[in-house]
């Protein structure tokens, strides 16, 4: 089944410990990109990737990290994790190229709390 | 990117067809509509997109004006399970650059009566 996997999909943590949220895609797909969720705010971007090792930081990257060294996976690294970075997080990935749809994929999300 | 405009919330009953607006005046001759929507609790999935004619698809139908500066998703008999929000998004389609890129707004959140 095609899909893009979320881990953990709930964790509370406190401020300064360190955490990874990994991301996974069965689709071969390049392009694939991280969003966070807040009420009133909607589903803002926080790093994308074109492809291995190419990433660019989207609206909101302050405070996190990424890596694409393979292309099924695009780990979100929290180095030192503080409270206004509790959110709902999503990984998402597509196809590109010229033939591509533009339909993008989800993961079922990844709630994060930081105390 | 060009920005859309959507009404924040609607309401529908069930069963009857559902035209959900969106406005973007200032979208480019390159940009694909595309519509999302996102059901309580769940990821963003995908609905539907277009670039100059109207599309169809299982789910819905995309009427986009004549001078693509609106769009309207229609979902033809609007079920319980169709409660979501629903995001109007537009893409460009130049190849490179941002355009794997999606910038989702706030969206229009729907309500359905049973």
Known sequence: ?115 | DAKTTQPNSMESNEEEPVHLPCNHSTISGTDYIHWYRQLPSQGPEYVIHGLTSNVNNRMASLAIAEDRKSSTLILHRATLRDAAVYYCILRDSNYGGSQGNLIFGKGTKLSVKP
């Not at chain 1, 953990?8 to 071969?28: A, D, E, F, H, W």
């Not at chain 1, 492809?51 to 660019?56: L, S």
């Not at chain 1, 609206?59 to 690294?77: A, M, Q, T």
């Open chain 1, 1 to 115: 089944e095609a899909q893009v996997t979320q881990n953990p999909r709930y964790l509370i943590t406190v401020t300064g410990k360190k955490l990874t949220v990994t991301c996974s895609q069965n689709m071969n797909h390049e392009y694939m990109s991280w969003y966070r969720q807040d009420p009133g705010l909607g589903l803002r971007q926080i790093y994308y990737s074109m492809n291995v090792e190419v990433t660019d930081k989207g609206d909101v990257p302050e405070g996190y990290k990424v890596s694409r060294k393979e292309k099924r996976n695009f780990p979100l690294i929290l180095e030192s994790p503080s409270p206004n970075q509790t959110s709902l997080y999503f990984c998402a990935s597509k196809k590109t190229g010229l033939v591509n749809t533009g339909e993008l994929f989800f993961g079922e999300g990844s709630r994060l709390t930081v105390l």
